[in-house]
């Protein structure tokens, strides 16, 4: 049976809000966060520099900022359900080929492919909690938290996996390729529960037109300026963080299992957040949301770098992971209070095309800032700034008139 607003539950959106998170664990929470963990027994057994690491992760984000390009002409032909189930397909087998490689250009082509995927998962599962929102008006806020949370449950899964694969392979060649294999099967599996829990979201509220709406719509994106400059660098501040600190980590000397308890720990307040968060998205029509939740995120970027005590860098963690999902829910719910809904999936679509060019640079200038003097420490000095710039920007965000 076809899900109208007639017919939808508080239980039921609950349920459902829950179901489209496993597309966010799947595009950002497994496909581009578990590299973290990768990247230092990569990095060790390939010989790469710093700036060559951070270099797949701007891969990811360039067939990211593709993908996003794509995805409006893809919702229009496909709709937003199975462009969404395809694209948890398609990223999932870009991971598992992730495992078959070892030369850089291979790689970065392989990082490339999942960022594409994941675009296209991350955009129409936006759109899709968003219409599921416009549904129970009252909770908007949640349920765009809940299914943004749900990379915090891919966080969290790629911390409790990763580490134990890779000492289980410890004696196999490039045993590193055994976590792309057994993510990959992570995804998959997630991928089959959200096919099967979003059947019914075809038709009704959720097959919404995803035309770009009336004439004038780019116009009335154009004046979430300061918001979507924010967001920009919003991408190029967070993304160095959720690449290197767990490089910085292992070279301050955590242990794996303090490595797991951070990396996991950053996962359930991602999860977490969806609560702590939703009257804030709900309350505020302008940049003010972004502004707070970036100048946050800036203070748990630079904590690790003050100090090596393990308390502060647990402190970071927790508090990065209790902040950053929710400065992507807060621009969706942005595009929520400002414009009309035949207007949200452009919106969406200008916001994660900005997103995607912050990340492409972030990744590359923060290696390249961490293979000079000062090392990761500067190079996360360096992204703590850019968060604060970002906020500047987001507080001159003003609601647009109704």
Avoid: K
Avoid at 155 to 161: F, G, N, V
């Amino acid at each position: 049976m076809t899900t109208t607003a007639a017919t939808l539950t508080p239980a039921h959106a609950l349920r459902l809000a829950l179901a489209l998170s496993l597309g966010a664990a799947v595009s950002l929470g497994i496909t581009r966060f578990s590299f973290a963990l990768l990247l230092p027994p990569m990095r060790a057994d390939l010989g790469w520099s710093y700036t060559l690491a951070g270099g797949m992760n701007t891969a990811n984000a360039a067939g990211y900022l593709l993908g996003a390009l794509m995805t409006p002409a893809l919702l229009r032909r496909f709709g937003p359900v199975r462009l969404l189930v395809g694209g948890a397909v398609w990223a999932s087998l870009f991971m598992a080929a992730s495992g078959f490689f070892i030369s850089a250009p291979a790689l970065l082509l392989q990082r490339l492919l999942a960022g594409l995927a994941s675009a296209w998962v991350f955009v129409a599962g936006g759109l899709l909690a968003t219409r599921l929102g416009a549904m129970q008006p009252g909770r908007m806020g949640l349920l765009l938290g809940l299914y943004y949370g749900g990379t915090g449950f891919g966080i969290m899964l790629s911390a409790l996996l990763v580490p134990p694969v890779l000492q289980a392979a410890v004696r196999h060649d490039h045993g590193w390729a055994w976590a792309w294999w057994t993510l990959a099967l992570a995804s998959g599996a997630a991928t089959a529960v959200l096919w099967a829990a979003t059947r019914a979201m075809h038709g009704g509220a959720f097959a919404a037109s995803a035309a770009s709406g009336p004439h004038g719509v780019h116009a009335r994106v154009g004046r979430l300026g300061w918001a979507l400059a924010a967001y920009a660098l919003f991408g190029a501040g967070y993304i160095g963080y959720m690449t290197f600190v767990i490089a910085l980590l292992r070279e301050q000397g955590a242990r794996a299992g303090e490595i797991t308890m951070f990396y996991a720990l950053l996962g359930v307040a991602c999860i977490a957040s969806s609560r702590l968060w939703a009257g804030l998205l709900d309350r505020y029509r302008g940049g003010g949301p972004q502004a707070v939740l970036n100048a946050l995120l800036g203070i748990a970027t630079l904590l690790p770098v003050l100090s090596h005590a393990w308390p502060w860098t647990l402190v970071s963690g927790l508090l990065f992971g209790a902040v950053f999902l929710s400065v992507v829910a807060s621009t969706t719910a942005l595009v929520r209070h400002n414009l009309p809904p035949t207007q949200w999936a452009t919106g969406i679509s200008a916001f994660t095309i900005v997103f995607a060019f912050g990340q492409i640079v972030g990744p590359t200038v923060t290696g390249w800032i961490s293979d000079g003097a000062g090392g990761l420490a500067r190079g996360l000095v360096a992204s703590a700034v850019t968060l604060w710039m970002g906020a500047a920007l987001a507080s001159r965000q003003r609601p647009l008139p109704r």
